[in-house]
């Protein structure tokens, strides 16, 4: 008796937790819903009132106009630079880093982490005006690359593989040097595959930064040429403001370079982000 009470109270609540569950996620998609519709719509029927949220003659007039808009291609290819060769160097260097702060003894190692950790704290929009002036002064202002060699530095990363690294065991590393591995060697066939998971992670979290980043590319990228996706996009924001089907149109084609990736890596997501909690 006590066994089929405790037996339907755990359906119940199993039961009311996916309603809840199926409530917020309605909640959240009813926005992305709005957008999507709205792309499609024809300027005429923006304003039609009731709302239509099934647009009776659907087009992609929005989308046509927006590959018309100039440098807007442009934009999404260097969003494309930016955030694939950023993410790359980004995720390698703070590999190489974690790898010699973990498994590669040398005196000051511990001071030398602690100042990453300090950096973690430091805003980075107090970095900006420093930045303009040396950059300015080194003619990189408008340059691409120099905007990507500015991104290899990342404390968070750092710390994120520094933490799955700890715990790799060194019988590992032992037995590879015993066959005669480098320590090169090692650091590419034996450590990196062990940090699949935490890569992962640290890929979709810098490929989403560094495509969405707004403030700093508005601070060194001047020339409408060299404008990310997100520049071009809030520059509509005038000449376009009242056409939302056309703003919708370029919202949504920002955002599915970041869906294809998680979607391509969610599955090591979870267990990267569990890393940070497992060692100091």
């Known amino acids: 008796m006590m066994t089929d009470l405790i037996r339907k109270k755990r359906i119940a609540f199993k039961l009311l937790y996916y309603v809840c569950a199926l409530l917020v ?5 009813i926005p992305f819903f709005w957008m999507i519709v709205t792309s499609l719509k024809s300027r005429g029927d923006l304003m039609l009132l009731p709302v239509e949220w099934i647009p009776q003659n659907p087009t992609l007039d929005a989308y046509r106009k927006l590959f018309t808009i100039p440098n807007f291609g442009a934009s999404i290819k260097n969003s494309f630079y930016i955030a694939i060769f950023g993410t790359v160097f980004r995720v390698l260097c703070a590999a190489m880093a974690a790898f010699a702060l ?4 040398f005196h000051g190692r511990g001071v030398i982490f602690g100042l990453y950790i300090t950096a973690l704290m430091i805003p980075a929009q107090t970095t900006f005006i420093p930045l303009f002036i040396v950059m300015n ?3 990189l202002l408008n340059n691409l690359n120099a905007f990507i060699f500015l991104q290899l530095f990342n404390a968070f990363a750092i710390f994120m593989l520094r933490q799955k690294m700890l715990t790799i065991n060194d019988a590992y590393i032992e037995a590879a040097t015993i066959d005669g591995a480098s320590m090169w060697r090692v650091f590419f066939q034996v450590i990196l595959p062990l940090c699949s998971g935490t890569l992962a992670t640290l890929t979709i979290l810098s490929f989403m930064d560094l495509w969405n980043d707004y403030l700093l590319p508005l601070v060194l990228l001047t020339d409408r040429a060299n404008y990310t996706l997100p520049l071009i996009l809030n520059s509509m924001q005038g000449q376009y403001s009242n056409q939302y089907n056309l703003m919708m149109a370029g919202s949504l084609v920002s955002i599915i370079p970041i869906l294809i990736v998680y979607i391509c890596a969610q599955k090591y997501f979870k267990e990267g982000l569990t890393v940070g ?4």
Do not use: M, P, R
């Open 25 to 29: 996620a309605v909640v959240v998609c």
């Open 102 to 105: 973990t498994k590669i003894k």
């Open 137 to 139: 002064k080194l003619n």
């Open 277 to 280: 909690g497992v060692k100091g």
